[in-house]
């Protein structure tokens, strides 16, 4: 929190995007950098640690897509962001039963904190995942793209509407340098010129811009169009066209003001999907449609999968196992609130789970 309070003493203000990549990444005290945030005694607790069938679920997929490619002998798998590590780790336990596929395989972490990445690395211990921290530096494929809860994490810009007046949040210091705050500063014309070309102001008075997840979505797409393969997006959002502010932070399990503890708590916001949709599509890829997680998971036949282990649990670990299922399914839990993307070249057609 000091740090932040001498970064804003020093600049002033600072757009709402910078705020968070500070607080999120900066190398010294970002949330990202410094600690685990995962799991039970963390901040928050994500699909592939609810169930393994999760992960499950997406290693058939990925293997189908493969064979849906023409099995080629090198496949890539680059994960956005992997967490804890706990989706890789189940990933690769899946592979390993699919012979052809997993001699093909490699896989590449996209992560960013060294605290994190020693994290992943305690818990993998294979010869083909390797760790980049930079999408150029993926020079070949076909490769799968997979990101669960990767872009809700990416700083955003916040413009606040008026009438037809158009104001850009920043992040400032209250006047006895204690406290921080919102500023609303007059939005320039380039920045309200690309919100009006992405069609992003409807009714509400907050439009979020996800500036950075565009970066990420402009360059997989090319990536794609040039070596081959797809993008599986997993993250909370909606579809429904609407102005509103989704940003919120969390800190052991429960929500919390956004500036009463930034480089301690994590600060996320809701995916535009349709938004999603365009950019991909604009950037040539053939997108399929938008399901919900439990649409996805059920349509891959995550509930079979649960029936035929549990002939041989015992009750106890039979009920755990429900439980645990019921939470990436349920509609007032994960299963609608979380949907899927996916995107892949433009003249191919594969639709498993959609």
Not at 141 to 150: A, D, K, S, T
Not at 213 to 230: H, P, Y
Not at 234 to 245: A, E, M, S, T
Not at 313 to 342: C, Q, S
């Amino acid at each position: 929190m000091n740090e932040i309070i001498n970064i804003l003493k020093e600049k002033k203000s600072i757009p709402l995007d910078k705020f968070i990549n500070i607080a999120l990444y900066n190398k010294k005290f970002g949330y990202y950098m410094k600690k685990n945030p995962f799991g039970k005694e963390g901040d928050f607790i994500t699909a592939p640690m609810i169930s393994n069938l999760f992960g499950e679920m997406i290693a058939i997929w990925c293997v189908s897509f493969w064979e849906s490619v023409g099995k080629p002998s090198k496949i890539l798998l680059v994960e956005l962001g992997p967490g804890d590590g706990s989706l890789c780790k189940n990933l690769l336990k899946t592979f390993k039963q699919f012979k052809n596929f997993y001699n093909s395989l490699e896989i590449n972490l996209l992560e960013t904190s060294d605290k994190l990445k020693l994290l992943q690395k305690a818990k993998i211990n294979n010869k083909k995942v390797k760790w980049v921290k930079n999408i150029n530096n993926i020079n070949r494929g076909p490769i799968i793209f997979l990101g669960n809860e990767f872009f809700d994490a990416l700083p955003i810009k916040q413009i606040y509407k008026r009438k037809k007046l158009f104001f850009e949040k920043y992040v400032a210091l209250s006047n006895d340098n204690r406290k921080i705050k919102f500023l609303h500063k007059k939005a320039n014309d380039s920045l309200v010129k690309n919100i009006q070309n992405l069609n992003l102001i409807s009714k509400g008075n907050t439009i979020e811009y996800p500036v950075e997840a565009i970066k990420f979505l402009k360059g997989i797409s090319k990536k794609i169009n040039k070596f081959d393969g797809g993008l599986l997006i997993f993250d909370y959002g909606y579809k429904i066209k609407k102005n509103q502010d989704t940003m919120q932070s969390v800190a052991k399990h429960r929500y919390l003001d956004l500036f009463s503890n930034p480089g301690h708590s994590d600060i996320t916001s809701h995916i535009n999907f349709r938004l999603f949709q365009k950019i991909l599509k604009k950037n040539n890829l053939n997108v399929k449609k938008i399901a919900n997680q439990n649409e996805f998971l059920k349509k891959m036949g995550i509930l079979e999968r649960a029936n035929i282990l549990s002939k041989k649990m015992t009750f106890k670990e039979k009920a755990n196992m429900f439980y645990r299922l019921k939470r990436l399914l349920d509609p007032k839990e994960m299963g609608h609130l979380f949907k899927v993307i996916f995107a892949q070249k433009k003249n191919k057609n594969f639709s498993l789970g959609f």
